[in-house]
């Protein structure tokens, strides 16, 4: 009995030198960071994903030369990762991002400006203020293409996270979830694009049908 006690013992002194009590604090920690964009320093270094050359050339040409913008490309079907958020040229994160329930399923085919047509909205637009919600948090959006998406405001439009876009949804029914005309990202990510992007960041969205330009 004595022998197996000292062992025990030995092993939790093993343990403890390669796994440090404080890990688990850590691990919650981050896990607060990355869901909640309050918790995220105003000087934290924003990583960088890839280049921009797997994106396509017409939303390339969006590109600011300095600052950020995020792109949208909702010819993609939902099963790919579609949304970029860049800063000074460089992609900062690619993700997956639902549609409007009614724009389409797999593929978003229609788009509207409509308030209760549960479909998403395509063109130019501008984020607005960060907020807590019924969804958690949320971003709201300000849309600038008159007859295209000006009613985004007014209809709800917002970025806010949903587990229905994680891999495991996908995984599970061979799409994303869709939305009521909402950007929804992951939490994670959506935690990462409010606090990269709330107040004034151009918002760029293209589907299949044509927008001014």
């Known amino acids: 009995m004595r022998n197996k006690l000292l062992l025990?013992?030995?092993?939790?002194?093993?343990?403890?030198?390669?796994?440090?009590?404080e890990s688990g604090?850590?691990?919650?920690?981050?896990?607060?960071?990355?869901?909640?964009?309050?918790f995220i320093s105003n000087d934290l270094e924003i990583p960088t994903v890839s280049g921009i050359e797997a994106i396509p050339e017409d939303l390339k040409d969006k590109i600011p030369t300095t600052g950020k913008i995020i792109l949208v490309d909702f010819r993609?079907?939902?099963?790919?990762?579609?949304?970029?958020?860049?800063?000074?040229?460089?992609?900062?994160l690619f993700c997956r991002v639902a549609h409007g329930k009614n724009s389409?399923?797999?593929?978003?085919?229609?788009?509207?400006?409509?308030?209760?047509?549960?479909?998403?909205?395509?063109?130019?637009?501008l984020t607005g203020e960060a907020y807590l919600g019924e969804k958690g948090w949320a971003m709201?959006?300000?849309?600038?293409?008159?007859?295209?998406?000006?009613?985004?405001?007014?209809?709800?439009?917002?970025?806010?996270?949903?587990?229905?876009?994680?891999?495991?949804?996908?995984?599970?029914?061979?799409?994303?979830?869709?939305?009521?005309?909402c950007f929804v990202t992951e939490p994670q990510n959506n935690a990462k694009i409010i606090r990269w992007c709330q107040n004034g960041t151009r918002v760029w969205v293209v589907g299949h049908q044509p927008v001014r330009i």
């Not at 013992?9 to 403890?16: G, Q, Y």
């Open 8 to 21: 025990l013992l030995a092993l939790v002194f093993c343990l403890s030198a390669v796994m440090p009590w």
């Open 25 to 38: 604090y850590a691990t919650w920690k981050w896990m607060l960071v990355e869901m909640r964009p309050e």
């Open 76 to 92: 993609r079907p939902s099963y790919k990762k579609r949304l970029w958020v860049i800063q000074n040229q460089q992609v900062k």
């Open 104 to 125: 389409g399923e797999v593929f978003a085919t229609q788009f509207s400006n409509d308030q209760g047509s549960f479909k998403s909205s395509i063109g130019y637009f």
């Open 140 to 181: 709201k959006l300000h849309g600038q293409d008159r007859g295209i998406n000006d009613l985004a405001y007014e209809r709800g439009i917002v970025f806010h996270g949903g587990e229905y876009v994680s891999k495991a949804f996908l995984l599970r029914n061979g799409r994303i979830g869709r939305s009521h005309g």
